[in-house]
């Protein structure tokens, strides 16, 4: 009976990939713009639930991760001329540095104190990207931004290759970070995230382990923000700013954390209702904020924690002792 329960829970994600390999050829241009902005913001979203879902540590500051792997495509590719290879590769580690930094300052709070922490230093990274005119280009930002030149078949300037070179992207974290959190090494996060007393009880260094998922997941959003900058043409503060920081928060929340496709579904929820409803009123961010209310109040674990307690039913109700 315990068989047929994993392999039908598989069903779903793998008929939404089908979906996302097989669609875009056949959907307008508006509509392959959203599913490229939303595998991208998948990205980030999957690594702030490295920090949200398995550690339990909510940030307010995870766009200045993003914002510094965008950054990095934007100097070095319009100054610099440097091919996509060295450019992923000084986004990530900039954004592992970063995190690196950061973890130090704000890992040494918990709860609500994290969570400032992390939007003081959020704000920092904003600051700098909005002052530092002679390599940001300040409030201008940097534009011009040129698609990536690879030895492929096709011109990624094109909507639907990039398309495609975004999801491969996504998939290629989707990946990496499903072996990380399956690993010994992420059921110590969830056993962190229950009970740091009992961790160090059996010998982890509760502190390290934080801190290594920290900087991991700031290196997986530099990634994210690599792909948003070669996609966007343009990098500005606008990257960095807290408002980015919470989009992602309400697409972890809303989809599901500790689920990794939960976030991947509420990144492509969020885009959608941030392009669509914004058509027809300036108060999205409204209708925004009672989507995550809604999603706290009635659905708790996100969209797809609700939708698997729908599926297994109802708990079976505890057995009367017999007289």
Not at 230 to 251: C, K, Q
Not at 292 to 317: F, M, Q
Request: aromatic residues 10%; without cysteine.
């Amino acid at each position: 009976m315990s068989g047929p329960a994993p392999a039908r829970r598989l069903l779903v994600p793998l008929g939404v990939l089908v979906l996302l390999l097989a669609a875009p050829p056949f959907v307008s241009s508006y509509v392959l713009t959203l599913l490229t902005q939303s595998v991208i913001y998948a990205i980030v979203a999957m690594s702030l639930d490295l920090l949200l879902g398995y550690l339990g540590l909510a940030s307010l500051g995870h766009a200045a991760y993003m914002g510094v792997g965008a950054y990095s495509v934007g100097i070095l590719a319009t100054r610099h001329g440097a091919g996509f290879g060295t450019i992923l590769a000084v986004g990530v580690v900039l954004a592992l540095a970063l995190a690196a930094v950061f973890g130090l300052l704000a890992l040494r709070a918990t709860g609500v104190y994290f969570l400032m922490i992390t939007l003081a230093l959020g704000m920092v990274g904003w600051g700098l990207a909005y002052r530092w005119n002679s390599l940001t280009g300040g409030d201008n930002g940097i534009s011009g931004v040129p698609r990536p030149a690879l030895p492929l078949p096709w011109s990624l300037g094109e909507a639907l290759p990039f398309y495609y070179f975004a999801l491969a992207g996504f998939l290629l974290s989707l990946g990496g970070l499903w072996v990380i959190v399956h690993s010994p090494f992420g059921k110590s996060l969830v056993g962190i995230r229950e009970s740091e007393t009992r961790m160090r009880t059996l010998g982890y260094h509760v502190w390290l382990h934080k801190y290594v998922g920290f900087v991991i997941a700031g290196g997986v959003a530099g990634a994210g923000g690599v792909l948003w900058a070669y996609y966007n043409g343009f990098v500005s503060p606008a990257d960095l700013e807290l408002g980015t920081s919470v989009e992602v928060l309400l697409m972890v929340a809303l989809g599901g954390r500790g689920t990794l496709l939960g976030p991947a579904l509420g990144a492509g929820i969020i885009v959608l209702l941030k392009n669509l409803v914004s058509v027809y009123t300036h108060r999205w961010l409204l209708i925004l904020g009672a989507a995550y209310i809604g999603t706290i109040v009635y659905a708790p674990e996100g969209i797809v924690g609700a939708v698997r307690r729908l599926a297994e039913g109802p708990a079976p109700a505890p057995a009367r002792p017999e007289a």
